[in-house]
C-alpha cells in the first residue's frame, strides 16, 4: 500500500487554488470547511488533485461508514446501470427498493412491524418523519432538544436548534408548533447540575416546568431527539435521559421520532444508535451512509402509523434504482465484514487513546461517544470550560495540512468518525497525527 498520508505540496496546492476560485465564482455559498479538492478517493484514503494523500477521519461528513468506494457497492452500482437506472419508485415497482425495506424494517429489535418510505436525503427523511407523526397522531406539535441538527430546509430546520446562524432571516416563518428544551448534555449542563445527583432534572423538568407551562403534552405529536446529538456537539446522554423521555412519550401518547442520520448504520458500534439505550422509537430517520455514498433517505415507521391513502407523501427520486443497489451492498457489507463488532473494538481502544490525550493535554475538556462516533471538545480553561473555537479550528487545519481530514462540530469539538473498516495502521497514524496538532496548539492556544 502506498504511503498515506503523503503530502507533496500544502494544501491547497496550485490546482486545488484554481478550483477553489472556480467553486467561489459559480457556487452558491454553503458550509464548506477546508479547500480539498478531490481527485480519487478509495476505502479511508483520500486523493486531492495536487497528488496529496490523506487519510479520511470524516467519512464523508458520516456517509461513507463502509469507506469510499467499496468494491462490492461499486460493483452493484455498475451492475444496475446496465439494467435501469430510474422507475420513480414512489409512483411505479421495482424489488430493489422492496429488498432495502424489507431490511430495513427487520434492522429494528421488537415485535412491531416497520415499514419504510424512500427519499434522498436526511432532511427529507426527517420531513416525511413529521408528516407521519402528525398525521398518524392528528397533531401538530412537536417538542425537540436544545442542540438538534435535523437539516436546512424550512421544516426540519424549524426543528434545528444547533446554530442561529442557519434561522437568521427566517425565524418568524419557521414551522410553527415547534418547542426545544435543554437535552442532557452534562458537560455543559444547563441546569448546572452534577449527573446522576441531578436525578435526571432534564427529564423531570420537561413534565413539570414545560408541561406544566407551555407545552400542553396532550397536543404534542411527538418528541423528536437524536439519541446521540451529532451536529450539535457529539453529545451521549446517560441511559436513563433517552428512557426518561420514551417513557414521557408513553405516558403522554405521542410518538418518538429518532434521527438517526448521523448516529445510524452502525457508526457507534450497533445498527442504530438507539439500541444502546434499550428504547424502539416509533419512527426512525436514516440517510448518509444508507447510500454507501449515493444519495438515500428512509423513514422506518411502526407499520400502525404508516399513510393510510395514497398521494399523502411522495417524491421523484425517493426509490432511486442505483442508491438502492448500493445500499444493499452497503448492508452487505456491514453484515459480511463484521463492521458493528470491529466498530465496537476499534471504537473502544480508540476512546481510550482519547482519553489518554485529555489526560496530557489541558485543552481537551471532554473525551466522549460510543463506538467509533468519537469526540473531543476543546476549552480554554477545564474549570470556567469556555469553548476554545479558534484552537480547535486550528487542530482541524492543522491536520489537515499534515494529511487528516477532520470535521468539526458544535462550538469547540472535532469529531473522529473514520470508515468503519479503516485499515488499523492507518486508524493508528490518523491519531498520532490528530496528537501532534492537539500538542501543537495546547502550547500555543489561538483563543
Ligand atoms: C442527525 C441529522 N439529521 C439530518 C441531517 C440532514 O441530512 P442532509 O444533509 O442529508 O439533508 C443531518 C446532516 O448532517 C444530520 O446529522
Known amino acids: 500500500m502506498s504511503k498515506v498520508p503523503d503530502i507533496k505540496v500544502e494544501p491547497p496546492g496550485p490546482e486545488a487554488k484554481k478550483a477553489v476560485a472556480k467553486d467561489d465564482e459559480w457556487l452558491v455559498k454553503a458550509t464548506k470547511s477546508w479547500p480539498l479538492v478531490f481527485k480519487k478517493a478509495e476505502g479511508s484514503v483520500i486523493e486531492d488533485v495536487d497528488g496529496n494523500k490523506y487519510i479520511d477521519f470524516y467519512a464523508g461528513v458520516g456517509v461513507l461508514n463502509v469507506g469510499a468506494r467499496h468494491p462490492k457497492v461499486v460493483a452493484a452500482v455498475k451492475d ?122 432534564c427529564v423531570t423538568a420537561i413534565e413539570e416546568i414545560y408541561f406544566e407551562n407551555q407545552i400542553p403534552p396532550n397536543d404534542l405529536a411527538a418528541i423528536s431527539m437524536e439519541v446521540v446529538q451529532g451536529e450539535g456537539g457529539y453529545v451521549v446522554p446517560p441511559k436513563e435521559f433517552v428512557k426518561g423521555v420514551f417513557n414521557l412519550t408513553r405516558k403522554h401518547k405521542c410518538l418518538l421520532i429518532d434521527d438517526e442520520v448521523q448516529s445510524g448504520m452502525g457508526r457507534t458500534g450497533k445498527m442504530w444508535a438507539f439500541e444502546h439505550f434499550d428504547i424502539v422509537p416509533d419512527i426512525i430517520c436514516s440517510a448518509k451512509s444508507l447510500g454507501g455514498g449515493l444519495p438515500l433517505g428512509a423513514t422506518i415507521v411502526d407499520a400502525k402509523l404508516a399513510f393510510d391513502r395514497y398521494g399523502r407523501h411522495s417524491n421523484t427520486f425517493g426509490g432511486a434504482s442505483l442508491s438502492h443497489a448500493a445500499s444493499i451492498a452497503t448492508l452487505d457489507v456491514i453484515k459480511e465484514e463484521k463492521l458493528l463488532e470491529r466498530g465496537t473494538k476499534l471504537g473502544a481502544e480508540a ?92 502550547k500555543d492556544r489561538a483563543d
Open 80 to 201: 444496475q446501470l446496465d439494467k435501469y437506472t430510474h422507475v420513480a419508485g414512489t409512483d411505479f415497482y421495482c424489488k430493489l427498493q422492496n429488498e432495502v425495506a424489507e431490511r430495513l424494517a427487520k434492522s429494528v429489535p421488537g415485535d412491531n412491524k416497520k415499514m419504510v418510505f424512500f427519499s434522498n436525503t436526511g432532511s427529507e427523511s426527517y420531513e416525511s418523519a413529521i408528516k407521519i407523526a402528525k398525521s398518524a397522531t392528528k397533531k401538530q406539535v412537536i417538542m425537540d432538544f436544545l442542540g438538534a441538527f435535523h437539516g436546512r430546509t424550512t421544516g426540519s430546520m424549524s426543528m434545528t436548534a444547533s446554530k442561529w446562524v442557519q434561522r437568521e432571516g427566517y425565524t418568524a416563518t419557521l414551522m410553527p408548533g415547534v418547542y426545544h428544551v435543554p437535552y442532557a448534555y452534562c458537560y455543559r449542563c444547563m441546569y448546572n447540575l452534577k449527573y446522576p445527583s441531578c436525578n435526571l432534572h
Open 351 to 442: 476512546k481510550k487513546r482519547l482519553q489518554e490525550m485529555q489526560e496530557k493535554y489541558e485543552i481537551i475538556g471532554d473525551t466522549r461517544g460510543l463506538g467509533m462516533m468519537l469526540a473531543h471538545e476543546f476549552v480554554q480553561d477545564r474549570k470556567t470550560k469556555k469553548h476554545a473555537s479558534k484552537s480547535r479550528d486550528k487542530i482541524t487545519e492543522l491536520a489537515f495540512k499534515k494529511g487528516v481530514m477532520l470535521l468539526p462540530c458544535g462550538r469547540s469539538v472535532v469529531r473522529y468518525i473514520p470508515p468503519l473498516n479503516i485499515p488499523e495502521e492507518q486508524l493508528d497514524t490518523g491519531f498520532d497525527i490528530v496528537e501532534e496538532c492537539i500538542k501543537i496548539v495546547n
